[in-house]
């Protein structure tokens, strides 16, 4: 068998493939030519499309590290035979604690205060009041691994109050933590404190957050999104917050990554942006890459497919 490994993965995951199957890594100049003889990939990021697929002849399974599976064409894969798996929960303590770290850095202005320091400014603290999160109420989008462990620390750590939504989740999710489940995206927004999204990126998702459930909010309100970027609409984000409404946002993601001040929202003071790290701790990395090694070293090798999307 032969793996190929188009990402920048964890030593971890490369070892226990390498143990298997015969790996070509992303610095190996034959990496490129991946189409010609891979069995089977590794991937994080980089896209996989239609074209891929139809030249890569050989190819018989790809497992993504990570959650969201938008940069690989499904369909293509299924219309080939490929079979698709991600590692779902693996890094939802990681993404869950960064999604928490971001609220905080936008209720409490932190990374404003640390700018505006590091600009020689001397900050007048009563002019420049954050938020507390004790007690508040928090709207959860999505209420997967990663929605689960976010309500659980806000309910712990700060007796929030927890809103859930997601159409998707059975009944009687979250019997462990104290929530109010609605039905409707709409009834949940106005009454929030706090907004954390926590869903993949599906035609069902993209834009949840637009224009109209922005207005929705309260004007005090924070949002943060730890999930695909284009599930808020940027642009409508940008509009309102320059009109004044909403205290702040806490980004890990965008429609373009890396974030760069071409995007404007980076450019807005109470604005938090991070380049899609939340799976970014070393825990995660090790974790993440030793599984997704494991299940395609599990498929190649004839075994049931875990965690298939494709």
């Known amino acids: 068998m032969k793996i190929y490994v188009i990402d920048h993965f964890d030593p971890s995951g490369i070892a226990f493939a390498a143990r298997h199957a015969e790996v070509v890594c992303l610095d190996d100049p034959r990496a490129v030519h991946w189409h010609e003889d891979a069995d089977g990939l590794m991937v994080r ?17 790809v497992v993504k590290q990570g959650v969201g599976v938008n940069t690989i064409d499904l369909a293509a894969a299924r219309a080939r035979g490929v079979i698709v798996c991600n590692t779902p ?5 990681a993404v869950a604690e960064m999604a928490l770290a971001l609220a905080l850095a936008v209720t409490r202005r932190v990374a404003e205060f640390d700018r505006r320091i590091r600009s020689g400014e001397v900050v007048q603290r009563a002019r420049s009041l954050g938020m507390e999160i004790w007690e508040k109420t928090v709207g959860v989008i999505g209420m997967g691994n990663i929605g689960n462990r976010i309500a659980r620390k806000y309910h712990l750590a700060f007796n929030a109050g927890i809103i859930a939504y997601d159409p998707y989740a059975p009944a009687g999710s979250w019997p462990d933590i104290p929530h109010r489940r609605v039905g409707l995206l709409a009834e949940l927004l106005p009454l929030v404190d706090i907004l954390t999204i926590h869903v993949p990126l599906t035609p069902e998702t993209k834009h949840l957050i637009g224009r109209r459930e922005l207005r929705l909010m309260k004007k005090t309100a924070i ?6 970027g284009e599930v808020v609409d940027e642009e409508a984000l940008y509009d309102v917050m320059k009109e004044g409404h909403l205290f702040g946002a806490g980004l890990d993601v965008f429609k373009t990554e890396p974030p760069t001040t071409d995007n404007p929202l980076v450019n807005l003071p109470n604005v938090v942006s ?25 498929v190649l090798g004839g075994g049931a497919p875990l965690n298939r999307v494709a």
């Open 274 to 298: 991070t380049p899609h790290a939340g799976g970014g701790t070393v825990e995660n990395q090790e974790r993440s890459s030793l599984i997704t090694a494991q299940q395609l070293i599990h």
């Open 89 to 93: 929960g693996v890094n939802s303590e």
């Open 223 to 228: 949002l943060v999104n730890a999930a695909r």
């Open 45 to 61: 990021s980089t896209r996989v499309t239609a074209e891929d697929f139809a030249r890569a002849k050989r190819l018989r399974a």
